[in-house]
């Protein structure tokens, strides 16, 4: 895979070579081009921002350094307007461009898995207000798969931070990234039907007077799996209802439904419902 990163900070990106990411480099499974947006500048300042139109705080990236630098990425010529834009729908591109937004939609698991399947990633940090508006629309038009994403409901100072979670979320789900696949599967929000993971332990099992539970030392699996399930249920109702109401009942055993019954839950019908209603 090809990962180009564009930031006014490319700095930021040099935790790429470190730990596994490096590692998935040497071993040529993933590529990165990182690169400084005020290279595509053609003033004595190196401006890429400027005042919103309509007022307000703040600046916002101009759409024209950003095309300039897109259209080089991707291997482009500049279309002179939308219309063109538009006529050009269906371009021989397999490049994903996402901008870190937000406003936008949350990244998930799902749109990372989704990512990693991709050839060429394109990342366009954003800083300030963030980047005119036009700019997402006018690669879509042209048949590009856009896409904006916020990591979470907090803000930060720009997309940099939000693409390094995106960027290590994608990559580790490349085919052989990680050594062992199983680890990958068994984790919260990919396993399990999306469930947060169960606590784990390891030796002592006792350590400073506290004991790992029991059943882990039993040897009796069947026994673990149905502790593990269990803390896994109680966890995610406790903490994550909206995980608990899009499970499917029909994938649900007897010992689930009994657990989520006396946690509150109605298992009856397609999805879990609360009894007292949310
Ligand atoms: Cl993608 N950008 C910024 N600036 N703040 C954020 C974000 C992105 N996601 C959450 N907060």
């Given at each position: 895979m090809r990962i180009d990163i564009v930031s006014?900070?490319?700095?930021?990106?040099?935790?790429?070579?470190?730990?596994l990411l490096g590692k998935a480099q040497d071993k040529g499974l993933v590529e990165f081009g990182i690169h400084n947006l005020r290279d595509w500048t053609h003033d004595v300042h190196h401006s890429v921002d400027d005042t919103p139109v309509g007022g307000g705080a703040g600046m916002v990236m101009k759409p024209e350094v950003w095309a300039q630098c897109l259209d080089d990425l991707l291997g482009i010529e500049p279309l002179e307007s939308i219309e063109q834009a538009d006529a050009a729908t269906g371009r021989d591109s397999s490049a994903v461009l996402v901008f870190p937004n937000p406003s936008a939609p949350t990244f998930t698991q799902k749109d990372a898995t989704e990512l990693s399947h991709a050839k060429h990633l394109i990342f366009g940090c954003g800083r300030y207000e963030g980047y005119d508006g036009r700019l997402p629309a006018y690669y879509a038009a042209q048949g590009y798969d856009v896409r904006e994403y916020s990591i979470g409901d907090y803000v930060l100072n720009g997309g940099e931070v939000a693409v390094s979670v995106m960027v290590e979320a994608t990559t580790r789900?490349?085919?052989?990234?990680?050594?062992?696949h199983a680890s990958i599967e068994e984790e919260s929000y990919t396993g399990s039907e999306g469930l947060l993971e169960h606590r784990q332990y390891t030796k002592p099992a006792t350590w400073r007077g506290m004991s790992v539970p029991e059943v882990l030392l039993s040897g009796h699996h069947a026994n673990i799996d149905r502790f593990r399930r269990d803390e896994e249920l109680r966890r995610t109702s406790a903490l994550r209802p909206d995980i608990i109401e899009a499970?499917?009942?029909?994938?649900?055993?007897k010992k689930d439904r009994k657990l989520l019954t006396e946690l509150g839950?109605?298992?009856?019908?397609d999805h879990p419902r609360s009894k007292i209603g949310r």
């Amino acid at each position: 895979m090809r990962i180009d990163i564009v930031s006014v900070f490319p700095e930021y990106f040099n935790v790429l070579d470190l730990s596994l990411l490096g590692k998935a480099q040497d071993k040529g499974l993933v590529e990165f081009g990182i690169h400084n947006l005020r290279d595509w500048t053609h003033d004595v300042h190196h401006s890429v921002d400027d005042t919103p139109v309509g007022g307000g705080a703040g600046m916002v990236m101009k759409p024209e350094v950003w095309a300039q630098c897109l259209d080089d990425l991707l291997g482009i010529e500049p279309l002179e307007s939308i219309e063109q834009a538009d006529a050009a729908t269906g371009r021989d591109s397999s490049a994903v461009l996402v901008f870190p937004n937000p406003s936008a939609p949350t990244f998930t698991q799902k749109d990372a898995t989704e990512l990693s399947h991709a050839k060429h990633l394109i990342f366009g940090c954003g800083r300030y207000e963030g980047y005119d508006g036009r700019l997402p629309a006018y690669y879509a038009a042209q048949g590009y798969d856009v896409r904006e994403y916020s990591i979470g409901d907090y803000v930060l100072n720009g997309g940099e931070v939000a693409v390094s979670v995106m960027v290590e979320a994608t990559t580790r789900l490349i085919d052989g990234f990680m050594g062992n696949h199983a680890s990958i599967e068994e984790e919260s929000y990919t396993g399990s039907e999306g469930l947060l993971e169960h606590r784990q332990y390891t030796k002592p099992a006792t350590w400073r007077g506290m004991s790992v539970p029991e059943v882990l030392l039993s040897g009796h699996h069947a026994n673990i799996d149905r502790f593990r399930r269990d803390e896994e249920l109680r966890r995610t109702s406790a903490l994550r209802p909206d995980i608990i109401e899009a499970l499917d009942c029909s994938r649900l055993d007897k010992k689930d439904r009994k657990l989520l019954t006396e946690l509150g839950w109605i298992v009856n019908g397609d999805h879990p419902r609360s009894k007292i209603g949310r």
